[in-house]
Structures are given as C-alpha cells and as structure tokens.
C-alpha cells in the first residue's frame, strides 16, 4: 500500500499510528507541498483533491480523509467472521465511534487548528474566542470520557486514534489543559499504549517547533 503523507500533518499520525498497532508496512511517499508536488498531474489522477494522506492500495483505488482510512484499513484486513477490536462490529460502538471521528473532524480538530495557527504564523496567540471554543470542546470530551473508559468504549478504538492526535497538537500550543482531568489521564495513558506515539508524533515536534514562536504573554 502506498501511503502519501507529509511528517508534521497531523491527519497523518492517525494513519501512521493505525498502522503501527496493526503492524502494517506502509510505501511512504512524502509530499512536499512548498514544491507543489500536491498539485503535480500523477498525484491528481490519484487524489484530484490534493491532500494528504492519501492510501493507493492497487487496482485504481485511492482513498484520502484519514479518519476514512482508518476504518478502510481496520475493516480491510480482519479475517472473516471475526471482528478488529479497533473497529467492533457492534452498531452502537460504531454509531459512537462514528460520533466521536466526526465530532473530531467537525469541531474539536478544526476548533485546536484555528487556535493555534497563529502562533505557527506570527507568534500571536489564538484569539480569545478561539480558546474559549477549544474549551467547550474539551468540556464536551470530558462528558465522552465520563462515560467509557476510553471515547468512545471502555476499550482503545479508532476513535482514540484521531483524537488523540488532536489533542497531542496542543502540546506545540500553549494551550493549558490542567482543568480537563479525565482528558489530561486519557491522553497520559494512550501516550503509553499507542504502539510508535514516540516515533510517529513526538519525533515531529523539533519540526513543528522550527514554525511556532512562544508568545510572551497567555
């Protein structure tokens, strides 16, 4: 499998981070995307949106948006008549799983990308409003995390994958998460569960690090 990524994007550590505890060897193509190759005819005939990560697994099929991937991957290689633990078959696990990667792709990862880019670009802090969106958002996974041990059930799914990623980014923030209990010993434990955390994503930080400037105020 073909896997189009970029080291410092977030939607690709989920990937990069499935793979490693399905124990998958993925062909890494970097994209550089200062030197347009997002935008080069053979990437586009595979992915005409141009974003990464893009999985190609052979015989035309391409799939972009990470958290597609991640159920495309788990769904793919389990034997028949057996079910991944990432991904159970039970439809009200998987009607939260669900619940949960959307609330990610449409709220909590969006929100964290809106606070931070400034200080990515300028040095400046996310405006208030951004903050207090970050917030409530962390508010609303701390009622998730009242519920089940972990996001989305009392075992690790594809949904922790994905948010835990999220959140990780607010690590190069400045964000302070000491009032979210719940999601501060969730995110401690995963960092010792998730097989490649080291690796995949805290690897990277030198590298995002070169693009943040810490400002002197919070």
Not at 12 to 30: A, I, Y
Not at 64 to 81: D, F, H, P, Q
Not at 144 to 158: C, E, H, M, P, W
Not at 187 to 201: A, M, N, P, Q, S
Request: aromatic share 12%.
């Amino acid at each position: 499998m073909d896997l189009y990524y970029m080291p410092i994007s977030p939607p690709c550590w989920s990937v990069l981070l499935l793979g490693r505890q399905l124990d998958l060897t993925f062909n890494l193509k970097e994209i550089d995307f200062k030197a347009e190759e997002h935008k080069k005819p053979d990437f586009l005939k595979i992915n005409p949106a141009h974003t990464v990560p893009t999985l190609a697994v052979g015989d035309g099929y391409a799939l972009s948006e990470s958290r597609a991937i991640l159920v495309y991957l788990v769904e793919s290689l389990k034997t028949e008549g057996q079910e991944n633990s990432l991904y159970p078959r039970d439809a009200k696990t998987r009607g939260l799983i669900h619940n949960r990667l959307d609330f990610d792709l449409g709220t909590l990862y969006q929100r964290i990308i809106a606070y931070c880019s400034p200080q990515w670009k300028s040095g400046s802090m996310g405006t208030e409003e951004n903050r207090t969106k970050v917030q409530d958002a962390f508010e609303l996974l701390e009622v998730f995390l009242s519920k089940t041990k972990y996001v989305a059930a009392d075992q690790l799914t594809i949904a922790d994958i994905s948010l835990f990623v999220s959140v990780s980014l607010l690590d190069l923030c400045y964000f302070d998460r000491s009032g979210y209990g719940k999601v501060a010993a969730w995110h401690d434990v995963l960092k010792k569960e998730l097989v490649g955390y080291e690796d995949v994503i805290a690897k990277g930080f030198p590298e995002w690090r070169k693009h943040v400037t810490k400002p002197e105020t919070h």
